[in-house]
């Protein structure tokens, strides 16, 4: 390190906050040491920091200040004792273990000029036999604190423990080996010099000890900060298992892992090792401990892929464990996902933190909205950073929920959030419990040495694979952190955003790559950089917002990449798809005479749709121009224009049926109508919504709709929760200032705006002159695109519409399916759910009757009785003081729909409303592949309405190697589709004239791209459709195809000599509920 340093002293301040130092120690160590057991630098820079060796090796971690984190001592080896002096690096970083909040208060946001003091820097000859004393000492008082005080070992432990303080006179070393000798009559003769064998014997162990370090990836310190945080928290663990070799260590996020083996190659050699030795276990499968309420199903399984994919080409293993200890509510399409993705136990405790309900169980079979089960255990512990103490040992056995069928639990200890993990004195203290259980019936036996899979092996094992434990059905939903569905709207649109643009880049990209193999290669080393950036971001701090403003800066950062690189790999595709070709604006200059159908429109979906397009009129056609039905009132320059699955349709326009039209009274009513659906805005609240066809009106008696503020100060955790007493002060917003901007008849719009406090909403309301999706009857919608300067502190913005429809229960969509919630307060559970989240749509229907709100970078929503609202802003000031402050832009839809939701377009037109169609200039002659892609999808699913297409990808495993350019055997593409509405389906799928003569092997594959055995799909011909599929889905099922491609030319010599890897079948699907679906054993 060729660096210059100064002198420094135990005293000298370092600062300003996140900065980092270095420092150079030397130490001499006199010769006469020798004679001690041990040696130790002890150094608290009050602060975090690592010791490297000189050569830049991290070694361990430091965590100064006074906390129970603190950790100071780095042990001097012996090579360098014998030696007399020793040399090392220590790099300082000036953030406590929980960032630097502001005085202190853990969610206070960041003091960015906060300075750490030197404390100490000094070499110490410690005394290991009044070291071990304090620990001695220490679990026998936890023993008498958390023991009843009528059981045999409390009492023994109160004798004893007053027996040592009468001994322990002077201090000198044989009181101390007397008081030592005392405490071995609760611990037992000798005990100590067992050594790790204490945990041996026939005992069984009802607590399952396992060493954890909770790292949140960014929280109240930015990314930066966590990179350092691995490497120091896991050095020290490696550190503790080489001293402690009953210490086993859990870790997950395989971002964590991939930042340490970039940043710290040497350390990350040695957690390998630990790794291959089994002590050092990965556990999760996941990319990062993501928030589980707003990512989509793709997004969630891909969290899967990468983790996976990670652990298994750096260690050669897969997770079995899905663990999110910490994610604030757990969506019911966890089990299908953590199942497909090769595993089948799920760790958590969250819940644990309800603030009105008691979560029943500990032990119990999480089923999940399509009827897929896992073995889940929510630690009797609550907490994911036990300290190992007698009282967490205790709680696991008497707060247990379900002894009846289990009395194991996992002990996860190791200090956390911040990092850390295990302390030397957990594994001390454990050891002396474990010494107690060897001969004391009065504590639970804890086990040491296993990992997370062996515990939940032994439970299942012991409750007949689950069938004598109790079954949660749903979402684990949290009665906490409501707010995080709202927080930060910026980091929600970027989420969503990101996942559409990915998902569309993923779709273009694959089919470039087979319509033209020779010339374009399917980028998949930047898709993934894309990916890993969006899986980082859903970290269950960053997309809930409830973190510091620095995490923002570096996640909107990371979103811009993501839009910026994810729309030149999309213009790349389809420069490859449609040559010449660009995205159609109305700024784009067309030249002289462009024709009808030089105008395309891309259809990333798989649906059918009929839209409206914004046109430039400079340089159209005579024909282009006949399809223009109206001019752009504040542009005559750009005209509007009907847009039929993808083609410019002038007979539509001419032939219209649902004109669209704008009233207005000329001072303070406004009607939007067309002969669909018809909205009324009287003196500023939405006063009247009518289906005209059926003349029903749809709001309630003498209510009106519109936007809506509430007070919003919750107890504590302001990011995160907003609390049911926010309901009590609703004040309804009027529009002011209306007018209309667009007449139709294919568009028509009022612009209006809303001044509330230092705010200003300005919110532009339009009518289409089509359906909300191409099914018959379907109404049309209405659209809100917002566009907001947010000045508020504490208040909540949402949109609301009461109205004349009633059901018990409305419907959210959550990933690759819908949940309902109850719209009433009936008991507790129902009273708990006044806030929840959804995708992208909320619907209340009753039969025959229903709407919706879209959104499409909202996730909170909640139905108050009658009252529809979804959650458009809030403003907390903890831990970012400038939560959601300035310039926001979002939209939603609101979408009556005839008969009830689940007979409805709903779905399909919230997917629409997410993913706007590629509407694209072609100034030349389309070629044949384009002509090609222009008018056939590549896809069309038949016969099943609510079978939904999600993605087309190329394989996770296929050959990029640019040298090789041809379609052959290594090509495959993976099609995920996904039922929707939780019924049965026989879905016909056709393949596209794309591919079609080059599809020749077609499996069902698990979530990670696996193929299975007997899962072979057999290519039939269909007369009208081509070569086609026919997929049985049970209710939200997911499937995952592969399609081998090959040449045409080179398909029959192939075809039998393939050799594909298979793996055998897991025992999955396994149901305890009785037949409904097969159990299947390895
Ligand atoms: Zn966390």
Redesign the pocket.
Known sequence: MEQKFKPAKKGDSFGPSWVGFQIHVSVTIPEYWEQYERVQFEFDPGCEAMIYDVDGTPLQGITGGFGGDRRVEYIIPMEARMKGTHEFIIESSCNGMFGVPWNGDTIAPPDMNRYFALSSADLVVPNQEAWHLLWDFSTLREIIDSLPGNSSLQNKALVVANEIMNTFRSGDASDIRRCRKLAETVFGENWQDKGEAIYEGDKQAQIWGIGHC?I?TA?LWPYRVTQQKVARSWATQIDLMERYPEHRFSCSQAQQYKWLKELYPPLFDRVKEQVLARKFHPVGGSWV?NDSNMPSGEALVRQFVFGQKFFMENFGIRCETAWL???FGLTGAYPQLIRGAGMKYFFTQKLSWNNINVFPHSSFNWVGIDGTQVLCHMTPVDTYTAQASVGDIQKGLTNHKNLESSDTSLLVFGN??GGGGPLAKMLENLRRIRATNNHSRDLPPINMGHSVDEFFEHLMESTAAGKKLPNWHGELYLEFHRGTYTSHGSIKKGNRHSEILLRDVEHVATLASIAKSTEYTYPKGKIDECWEKVLLNQF??VLPGSAIGMVYEDAEKLYAEVAKDGKSLIEEAFQVLFPNSVLLSPETRLQPNTSLNQIIGYNTTFLDRREIVKIPLDGASAGLKTAVAQVDNNNNEVGYAIMDNGVLDASIANGLDLHASAYTNGSNHFVLRNSSVQLTISNGRITSLIDVQLHRELIADGATGGLVIFEDRPNYWDAWDVEIHHLETPTALEFTNISVVAHGPLRASVQAQVKYGKSTIKVLISLDAVGATVKPGSRSMFRFDADVDWRERHQFLKFELPLNIHNDNAYYETQFGYVQRPTHKNTTWDMAKFEVCGHKYADLSEYGYGLAILSESKYGFSCQGNILRISLLRAATAPDAEQDQGEHQFSWAVMPHKGHFLESDVPMAAYLFNSPLHVRYLPGDKDAIAASFTNHPSFVIRGAPNVFLETIKRGEYDDFDTSSSNVDSSTTIIARLYEAFGGHARATVAIGDHFSGRVVRVVVTNLLEDEEEDEEVQILDENDLGPVLKLDFRGFEVKTLKLTLQEKASIRTQQTSQKIKKVTRRSSWVDIDGSRLVTRED
């Open positions: 909770h949140d929280w401990e200890p910490d994610s956390g959030d269950h701090d």
